[in-house]
C-alpha cells in the first residue's frame, strides 16, 4: 500500500477511531490521541502486509485495540481512577456531556467495554468485534449482553 | 426495556468533538516524514554496510589465496623437510588437494575478515528500530 492511500484510509477512518479511543479510556483524551497515533504508526508501518481485500476499518481497529492493551499493562494513569485522570489530563468533552457514560464504560472490563462500543458506538458485527478482540463471536455476545447489563446498573445507581 | 433503549440511544448518539480533522492528520503526516527519513537513513547505512562487508570478504579471499600460494611455494624449512615423511611434502600432494586447500583457506580467510568487520562496524540498531 502506498503512502497515500495509506492517509486517504486514515483520513476516512480516523473519526471513529479516536472516537472509539476516547470511550475506550475513559474520556482521557491526552492517552486517547497517544494511543491513537501510535496505532496509526504501527499501521502505517505493518500497511506492507495489509490484504486489500481485507476491511481496513477492522485491521485498524485491530490494531488500535491491541496498541490500548499494551498500554494498559504499562504501570502509568489508566490505572488511576478516572476523577484523578480527568483533573490530570485534558478533557475530552468541556461541556461534560459524557462524563456519567464515561464514568460508567470505565467501570466494566476491558473486553466488555470494547465490546459495547464496537456493537453500540461503532456499529460492528459480532464477527468483526471477534476479529477485533482476538475473540470469537458467541463470547462477543456474551460480554456484550453482560457490559449491556453492568453499564445499566451503574447508571441506575 | 426502556432503560435499554436509553442506554442504546446514549452510546449511539457519543459523538464526543475530536478537534481539527485536517490538524490531525498533517500532525500524522509530520511523524510519517519523521518516520521515512529514519528509514531512508537506515537504507543507506544498511547498503553501505553491505559494500564494505562485500569489499572485506573479496579482500579476505584474495588475501587468502595470496597467502595460501605463498604457503605452497615456501611450505616447510629445508632442514625440517628432510625429517618429514614424504607424504607430508607438497610436491607429492595431489594438486586437487592443493587447489581444495587454497579456496578453503581463502574462504576462512575472507570469513574471518567479514566477522572482523560485523564487529567492528557501528550498531545502528538502536537508531533505525525504535520500540513502537
Same mark, same amino acid.
Given at each position: 500500500m502506498t503512502r497515500e492511500r495509506f492517509i486517504e484510509l486514515v483520513t476516512a477512518e +480516523?473519526? $471513529?477511531?479516536?472516537?472509539?479511543?476516547? =470511550?475506550?479510556?475513559?474520556?482521557?483524551? =491526552?492517552?486517547?490521541?497517544?494511543?491513537?497515533?501510535?496505532?496509526l504508526v504501527k499501521a502505517y508501518l505493518a500497511s506492507g502486509e495489509f490484504v486489500e481485500h481485507y476491511k481496513f476499518r477492522t485491521w485498524l481497529f485491530k490494531i488500535a485495540y491491541r496498541t490500548f492493551l499494551d498500554y494498559t499493562k504499562? $504501570?502509568?494513569?489508566?490505572?488511576? $481512577?478516572l476523577d484523578e485522570r480527568i483533573e490530570g489530563g485534558e478533557r475530552a468533552d468541556a461541556t461534560f456531556r459524557y462524563e456519567a457514560l464515561y464514568h460508567a464504560i470505565d467501570q466494566l472490563p476491558e473486553q466488555?467495554?470494547?465490546?459495547?462500543?464496537?456493537?453500540?458506538?461503532?456499529?460492528? #458485527?459480532?464477527?468483526d468485534i471477534a476479529t477485533?478482540?482476538? #475473540?470469537? $463471536?458467541?463470547?462477543?455476545?456474551?460480554?456484550?449482553?453482560?457490559?449491556?447489563? +453492568?453499564?445499566?446498573?451503574?447508571?441506575?445507581? | 426495556m426502556k432503560q435499554n433503549e436509553t442506554l442504546k440511544a446514549m452510546l449511539a448518539n457519543y459523538q464526543p468533538n475530536l478537534g481539527d480533522?485536517?490538524?490531525?492528520?498533517?500532525?500524522?503526516?509530520?511523524r510519517l516524514d519523521a518516520i521515512e527519513t529514519v528509514k531512508q537513513m537506515y537504507e543507506t547505512e544498511r547498503r553501505k554496510i553491505r559494500n564494505r562487508l562485500i569489499v572485506a570478504f573479496v579482500? *579476505?579471499?584474495?588475501? *587468502?589465496?595470496?597467502?595460501?600460494f605463498y604457503i605452497m611455494l615456501h611450505p616447510i624449512a629445508p632442514i625440517t623437510m628432510d625429517q618429514l615423511p614424504a607424504q607430508w611434502m607438497v610436491a607429492d600432494v595431489n594438486i586437487i588437494v592443493k587447489?581444495?586447500?587454497?579456496?578453503?583457506?581463502?574462504?576462512?580467510?575472507?570469513?574471518?575478515?567479514?566477522?572482523?568487520?560485523q564487529i567492528f562496524k557501528k550498531d545502528y540498531s538502536a537508531v533505525t528500530s525504535p520500540s513502537w
Open positions: +480516523q473519526e $471513529p477511531l479516536r472516537r472509539f479511543l476516547l =470511550a475506550l479510556c475513559g474520556g482521557d483524551r =491526552a492517552i486517547s490521541e497517544d494511543i491513537a497515533q501510535d496505532a504499562r $504501570p502509568h494513569r489508566l490505572a488511576e $481512577p466488555s467495554r470494547a465490546a459495547v462500543l464496537l456493537y453500540h458506538i461503532e456499529g460492528y #458485527s459480532f464477527g477485533i478482540t482476538h #475473540s470469537n $463471536p458467541i463470547a462477543v455476545r456474551q460480554r456484550l449482553s453482560r457490559g449491556l447489563r +453492568q453499564l445499566k446498573k451503574i447508571l441506575e445507581r | 480533522s485536517d490538524k490531525y492528520i498533517s500532525n500524522l503526516q509530520r579482500s *579476505g579471499g584474495i588475501a *587468502g589465496v595470496a597467502m595460501a587447489v581444495l586447500a587454497i579456496t578453503v583457506f581463502s574462504v576462512l580467510i575472507a570469513i574471518v575478515s567479514s566477522l572482523f568487520y
